[in-house]
């Protein structure tokens, strides 16, 4: 089992910057795909970014490549998100997911377990 937490949100401006981290907890990190979402108000939750473990293979969702990198260290245990070119669009709480298992995950029903989010807010 892995327990997680997200941390790194904030108000930025338009085209700003932020890096989100992801601290997860838990022996077996290495052996876990992770992957970002987010959630924006009335919205479903939706895929930004993951990675597998193993070789750390990373995909995107269209809406984020070129701005968004996932990366993770497995000697910290964390997964992290660099955004840059920040886009009001971009406005949403933002949640580290994991599980134990290697592939890139794109779907919220593909991972077992969840961080509490951390709120991202893109505005001038």
């Known amino acids: 089992q892995v327990q997680l937490v997200e941390s790194g949100g904030g108000l930025v401006q338009p085209g700003g910057s932020l890096r989100l981290s992801c601290a997860a907890s838990?022996?077996?990190?290495?052996?876990?795909?992770m992957g970002w979402f987010r959630q924006a108000p009335g919205k479903d939750r939706e895929f930004v970014a993951a990675i597998t473990w193993r070789w750390s293979a990373a995909i995107s969702a269209d809406s984020v490549k070129g701005r968004f990198t996932i990366s993770r260290d497995n000697a910290k245990n964390a997964v992290y998100l660099q955004m840059n070119s920040l886009k009001p669009e971009d406005t949403a709480v933002y949640y580290c997911?994991?599980?134990?298992?290697?592939?890139?995950?794109?779907?919220?029903?593909?991972?077992?377990?969840w961080g509490q989010g951390t709120q991202v807010t893109v505005s001038s």
């Open positions: 838990g022996r077996t990190f290495s052996s876990y795909a």
């Open positions: 997911a994991a599980k134990a298992t290697d592939g890139l995950l794109t779907t919220v029903t593909n991972y077992d377990y």
